[in-house]
């Protein structure tokens, strides 16, 4: 069978003549001889298709298109009329019918036209679900974070996604409730239906009502305009700022919650919907009930599945994910390597008073105006405040310092600048370092001064280290092991002196390189590392291959 079809008119004769010829052409019919028998077959059956005879003895006319359709909304309509007149036939199409067939016809005719409005019904239920796809792709539901706030929130709705239970959303302002809600309707059964949004706060107070209910007018040519309830049937609708919401609609989305149902503005028939229904709020609405903004019965009942977002300052585990995800977003084609170290500790200490939204925008910003491969700090355009709040010791005890890059931290000392400039000069030479001869100590200068042993670097040449600074008057227990060797499986490494880890792990990475002529993936190989892993010790160090590929080191 190509589908149920419903044939109403009130002429026994048409209903036999109908029904005999689209069973011929392989439909099954479902013959109804006014409303209320083709109310009770809809209620009990999926109907594809109603042909409609409102111009026969003894019809009912207009009214009844607008009755199917309070009855079962969206219900494909096709007209059969015999007034010659065509202002019948056009009120119809004005309500809502796919299209309309003038008497007398014949078979082919019928068939055709039947044929016609199921194909443009088939392709508007296609449409609809392309663009319900499209708005899934670019509205996020992805629940990112490794924070346990963020994992308690995706067990929560992994848990109540296929439920019909409300569900109250509260956070601040940009905190991702939109997403959450999202995330309810795409991971239930209600994925295919509808998703609406209905933002309170940004229709006129003397909208809000026909915009969510829709309305009527006495006229039968005016017909009907459909709500926003009507729209999300058998989908799911989220309520943002619903502390926006007058008193008195209030009431009427309790009732709704309550029977189902409800009356549009200037209706007298109630029409039955199956939404799934959740609201957001940016306010703490036990306080608006308080203070009387908010019915206390409409809170216990939108309070269900309650769950609460916290800022994204007070889970900074998520803002690391958070950027990468956005940077993938916005740079789908994959054009940059990723954040600097700088960045990422400007991101992590910046307080986000605008939340995932704010670092959302920061991140799309940056990745317009961004010209290289790594984007960093000046991309960003974070507050200049980071960096002078950085500088300074907080004044309270609970005040934590910010967190600012590694390279930053040792620039502020001088001499352990100093120091470190001049232990790494110690590491220049040749890539391939020969194990030194066991029994080599280091001896103590007169004054108090270390002075090194020369170190062999290579077969056929020996470098003198320079000198590690000025002598300390603080007696350093480090100074002790001036000379000791790391032995591991496939390395040896002798250290003489103090000497900074950092400048260790460059050292290798340069002379590795440039064993390998640059090839990234070869040093990776070779140490053990992957390419991304790699690439962030890199730009850590602020090595670029094209200098290994030269030679310079």
């Not at 939340?355 to 959302?360: F, G, I, K, Q, S």
């Not at 960093?376 to 310092?401: F, H, M, N, T």
């Not at 066991?438 to 004054?447: D, E, K, V």
């Amino acid at each position: 069978m190509k589908g149920n079809l419903m044939v109403i008119t009130p002429e026994d004769h048409m209903r036999w003549v109908l029904s005999r010829g689209l069973s011929r052409l392989g439909y099954s019919v479902l013959p109804a001889e006014g409303e209320e028998e083709a109310a009770r077959q809809l209620t009990q059956h999926e109907v594809s298709l109603a042909v409609v005879d409102i111009d026969g003895p003894g019809a009912e006319g207009l009214p009844l298109l607008r009755s199917l359709q309070q009855v079962k909304p969206h219900l494909p309509l096709l007209v059969l009329t015999g007034d010659s007149s065509p202002q019948t036939a056009l009120a119809a199409l004005r309500m809502g019918a796919v299209d309309y067939l003038q008497k007398p016809f014949d078979l082919d005719e019928l068939r055709i036209t039947v044929e016609k409005a199921l194909e443009y019904e088939r392709v508007n239920r296609e449409v609809e679900f392309l663009r319900l796809e499209t708005a899934l792709r670019q509205g996020d539901f992805h629940l990112i974070g490794s924070s346990p706030a963020m994992r308690s929130v995706r067990e929560i709705v992994a848990q109540v996604a296929d439920s019909k239970a409300t569900v109250l959303v509260q956070g601040e302002s940009g905190v991702g409730k939109e997403v959450v809600a999202r995330a309810l309707h795409h991971f239930s059964r209600r994925r295919e239906k509808p998703f609406l949004l209905f933002p309170c706060a940004s229709i006129p107070e003397t909208m809000i009502e026909t915009e969510l209910f829709g309305w009527e007018k006495g006229s039968e040519e005016e017909g009907a305009r459909v709500g926003r309830l009507e729209l999300a049937h058998e989908g799911t609708i989220c309520f943002q700022d619903v502390t926006h919401l007058s008193l008195q609609l209030q009431r009427r989305i309790l009732q709704v919650l309550d029977e189902g149902a409800f009356l549009r503005v200037g209706g007298i028939k109630p029409v039955a919907i199956d939404v799934r229904v959740i609201v957001s709020s940016g306010d703490d609405l036990w306080q608006a009930v308080l203070a009387g903004r908010f019915r206390e019965d409409l809170y216990y009942r939108l309070k269900v599945i309650p769950i609460n977002l916290p800022p994204l300052r007070q889970r900074k585990e998520d803002i690391l994910p958070l950027a990468r995800h956005f940077l993938s977003r916005y740079d789908p084609r994959g054009r940059f390597q990723g954040f600097t170290a700088d960045a990422l500790a400007y991101l992590e200490a910046y307080h986000w008073p605008g939340n995932v939204r704010e670092l959302a925008n920061l991140i799309e910003r940056a990745v317009i105006l961004c010209q290289c491969d790594w984007i960093s700090v000046k991309e960003l355009a974070l507050p200049s405040e980071i960096i002078l709040q950085g500088k300074q010791k907080p004044e309270k005890e609970d005040e934590r310092p910010l967190r600012l890059p590694v390279e930053n931290r040792r620039r502020s000392d001088t001499k352990k600048q100093m120091r470190m400039e001049q232990t790494e000069d110690t590491f220049h030479g040749p890539s391939r370092v020969r194990r030194p001869e066991r029994g080599a100590r280091t001896s103590q200068a007169r004054g108090g001064e270390r002075a090194e042993p020369s170190t062999k670097l290579c077969s056929d040449k020996v470098v003198e280290p320079a000198s590690l600074g000025e002598k300390s008057p603080v007696k350093d227990r480090s100074s002790r092991l001036e000379v000791f060797t790391i032995n591991g499986e496939g390395f040896t490494i002798t250290i003489r002196g103090q000497v900074y880890l950092d400048n260790l792990e460059k050292r290798v990475l340069e002379e590795v390189l440039q064993a390998f002529d640059g090839d990234q993936s070869e040093t990776g190989r070779f140490l053990g590392l992957t390419r991304s892993s790699l690439a962030a010790r890199l730009q850590k160090h602020h090595i670029t291959t094209s200098m290994k590929k030269k030679g310079k080191i």
